[in-house]
């Protein structure tokens, strides 16, 4: 089985500039969650989607956005780019409902200019 | 609110037993993870283990979890330089319902 696959793995971006990431999540999973990683913050929760409804959300400004779609995958904007948006951002997929473990891609790097 | 801590850095020689550990203050967790972060990739899942259990052992691998003290260790037995990487403790926020990670635990495996 196809682990979480996550595209583009490396993105440079100007400051104001916006930006989509794409997150494919396990086969038969039907809930995907974004973070952010970085040095400062760790790895903070961004938002979940299950059936395409996003569920829960996380304390992040309202440039940040995301979508999923009736095959599960996911995408994430971020618009108006800032410096600190430079971050490693991970994609995790779970089954479903429930404590489900949750199984991560190799994320996408973003960085700033 | 919820809080995992844990230590940052922890230096082992090959073939010793390394003892990460971790504490949460959301008691009403249900499941709590150890994740295993390798340089320039994502979050592996090492294992995981019910907050009404004591002690969950995979191969290398034990958990050992004192819900009283909301304290999680990981102990990886006969520690590899494989092993070296950053671990991630995270719970399952039954208030919030999402994971919360602890800033993670730097292993250095000395050859």
């Known amino acids: 089985k196809a682990g979480v696959t996550q595209t583009p793995r490396y993105l440079i971006k100007t400051r104001g500039q916006q930006v989509t990431l794409s997150c494919s999540p396990i086969s038969g999973h039907r809930s995907v969650s974004w973070y952010q990683q970085t040095p400062g913050q760790g790895l903070q929760f961004l938002f979940e989607y299950f059936s395409e409804t996003q569920r829960n959300k996380g304390n992040f400004p309202g440039r940040f956005s995301g979508r999923q779609f009736s095959n599960s995958r996911s995408e994430m904007n971020v618009s108006t780019l800032e410096l600190g948006d430079s971050a490693l951002y991970l994609c995790?997929?779970?089954?479903?409902?429930?404590?489900?473990?949750?199984?991560f891609g190799d994320g996408t790097r973003l960085s700033i200019l | 609110g919820e809080d995992v801590e844990q230590s940052l850095f922890l230096s082992v020689r090959e073939g010793d037993s390394s003892v990460i550990n971790c504490t949460y203050t959301d008691s009403s967790s249900t499941y709590l993870y150890w994740y295993k972060q390798e340089p320039g990739a994502g979050l592996q899942l090492l294992t995981y283990?019910?907050?009404?259990?004591d002690m969950k052992q995979d191969q290398r691998l034990t958990v050992l979890l004192n819900k009283k003290d909301k304290h999680l260790s990981l102990r990886i037995a006969d520690t590899q330089t494989g092993d070296s990487a950053i671990y991630f403790c995270a719970e399952w926020g039954g208030a919030t319902n999402k994971l919360i990670f602890g800033t993670g635990t730097l292993l250095a495996v000395q050859p």
């Open positions: 283990i019910f907050s009404n259990m």
């Open positions: 995790a997929s779970r089954q479903g409902d429930g404590n489900q473990p949750q199984h």
